[in-house]
């Protein structure tokens, strides 16, 4: 039996996490993810979900006790937020390498100074490069879903993956939410057997000094040097690809709901400009494609829905015919322009698209984005266009003068 | 077939010899005189503080005592602390002479 909930996105988080029957939660609290480990720590304390609470002085620690019990073999969750997740970057880059399958969900928020409470996404795309699995959500429901599905990724490719969603914008914002049955999902998600089994009987070094060269060890097995472990987890990032669209479609069958795996798209068939986006911001750009549409503008929205590992192929499947595309993001990689809008032109070099593409900063430390300041910005770049402007970064709703 | 590393991650069994042949690390060398260690002075087990704190296990406990310089770092901790001053630290081209 599944029933629906009205539910804030942090809620939606804490119930993927009880569902997958997590053993081990570590958290320090930050806004805004604070409410998704009170709920936990509430159902650990009643009873209602048998698992260990683990508090710590710092998110630093926090990641370290997420290492520790995923290396003994236990299911583990976390949640954090902006400089949380920024003082647990070297603890991700260990989470990663030792090919953990931690689950962490990013409630992105923006990062100081100056101080920020609200929402953006640098938080996360600053760990873009750590080896973690990252996955935007569009709403409160996905949340819960990617929470669920993360695991299975996780545990099959043995990497860490973020399930980010936009601060206040889902994880206060109350919607309805499907709660899926227990047993179901218990179907779905096989309990985690560990890479390695640690055991007093039979120790283990863990993680000691790798040298750059490869090398024979004690009994004569040649082991890998540093850099070709790194290409191992680079290889398995490049593979969950197909392991995440074969989860994603696994889980639609057996709850009807499909999140369209790397990517998903909307009202894309005819398109004569398509809107990209990750997180909230792309589900506030289909209602801006749906204004367009109606004014008479072909728009269709694009949202990444894994941006690591990137959907190259999707990518160029699905902007590879479009005769323009606008980029909407809420991050800045200082001194270029967006990471999403990069990463998408470096996707499409090769292919012969000649398409222009804009890059809209949107939406910095809380901003409102609205569906109709997205119309707007469209109409603006399609002009532009029209005017001979194929490449544009445009900071929207933003003095910049 | 060779012996292939299908680890996924830096874990391993812990053994003699696992980070390689750290011997070849060494500036300084231990070399012992027996005739002032004091498990060879009294010829039974005794002292044994330099296997003690050898942080890579690698001086073995006996008469006389023995140090494996296969993989030894030459720390020098084991001649700070040996009492009777038994174990000197002997720079590369001195130890060859």
């Not at chain 1, 160029?316 to 270029?336: H, L, M, Q």
Request: include cysteine.
């Amino acid at each position: 039996m599944s029933n629906v909930e009205i539910m804030t996105g942090n809620q939606a988080a804490a119930y993927g996490a009880k569902l997958s029957k997590v053993q081990v939660i570590s958290a320090y609290p930050i806004t805004p993810s604070t409410p998704v480990t009170e709920i936990i720590a509430q159902w650990v304390e009643k009873g209602e979900l048998k698992a260990e609470y683990i508090r710590v002085e710092s998110e630093h620690s926090v990641m370290a006790v997420c290492i520790s019990a995923s290396t003994v073999g236990a299911r583990v969750f976390t949640a954090t937020s902006s400089h949380g997740l920024l003082y647990m970057h070297e603890q991700l880059h260990w989470a990663a390498g030792s090919r953990l399958p931690i689950v962490l969900c990013c409630v992105n928020r923006g990062v100081g100074a100056p101080w920020s409470i609200f929402n953006d996404q640098q938080d996360s795309i600053a760990q873009r490069d750590t080896g973690w699995i990252q996955i935007y959500c569009r709403d409160n429901q996905e949340i819960l879903d990617s929470v669920i599905q993360a695991y299975r990724i996780a545990e099959e490719v043995y990497c860490p993956v973020m399930v980010c969603y936009d601060g206040f914008v889902l994880s206060h914002t109350i919607m309805p939410v499907e709660i899926p049955d227990a047993e179901m999902v218990c179907r779905f998600l096989p309990p985690y057997k560990p890479h390695t089994i640690l055991s007093p009987e039979d120790p283990r070094n863990i993680n000691p000094v790798i040298f750059p060269w490869q090398r024979r060890d004690a009994e004569g097995i040649l082991r890998d040097g540093y850099m070709d472990m790194r290409w191992k987890l680079q290889h398995a990032l490049e593979g969950s690809r197909e392991v995440i669209i074969k989860t994603c479609r696994d889980y639609a069958e057996l709850f009807g709901r499909d999140q369209g795996g790397m990517l998903w798209t909307h009202r894309t068939e005819d398109a004569e400009v398509l809107l990209a986006a990750m997180g909230s911001i792309a589900t506030e750009a289909t209602t801006a494609t749906d204004i367009l549409r109606e004014e008479g503008i072909r728009a269709g929205v694009v949202g990444i829905r894994v941006y690591r590992p990137f959907p190259r192929e999707e990518i160029r499947d699905v902007f590879g015919k479009a005769p323009a595309i606008v980029v909407f993001e809420k991050n800045i990689s200082y001194g270029y322009e967006g990471a999403l809008c990069a990463d998408i032109k470096a996707a499409l070099y090769g292919t012969g698209s000649r398409a222009p593409v804009h890059n809209f900063i949107a939406g910095l430390g809380g901003r409102d984005v609205k569906a109709r300041e997205l119309a707007e910005a469209t109409r603006s770049s399609l002009a532009a266009i029209a005017a001979g402007n194929s490449e544009r970064q445009t900071w929207l709703d933003c003095v910049t003068e | 077939m060779e012996p292939k590393d299908d680890n996924i991650s830096a874990m391993c069994k812990p053994a003699v010899g696992e980070a390689g042949r750290t011997g070849d690390w060494r500036d300084a060398t231990p070399v012992i005189d027996h005739s002032k260690c004091i498990a060879s002075v009294k010829n039974r087990p005794a002292c044994y503080l330099c296997w003690l704190y050898c942080p890579d296990g690698i001086v073995t406990a006996g008469i006389p005592v023995r140090i494996d310089l296969e993989y030894c770092k030459g720390c020098g901790i084991c001649a700070e602390e040996c009492p009777a001053k038994a174990i000197t630290m002997v720079m590369h081209e001195e130890a060859g002479k």
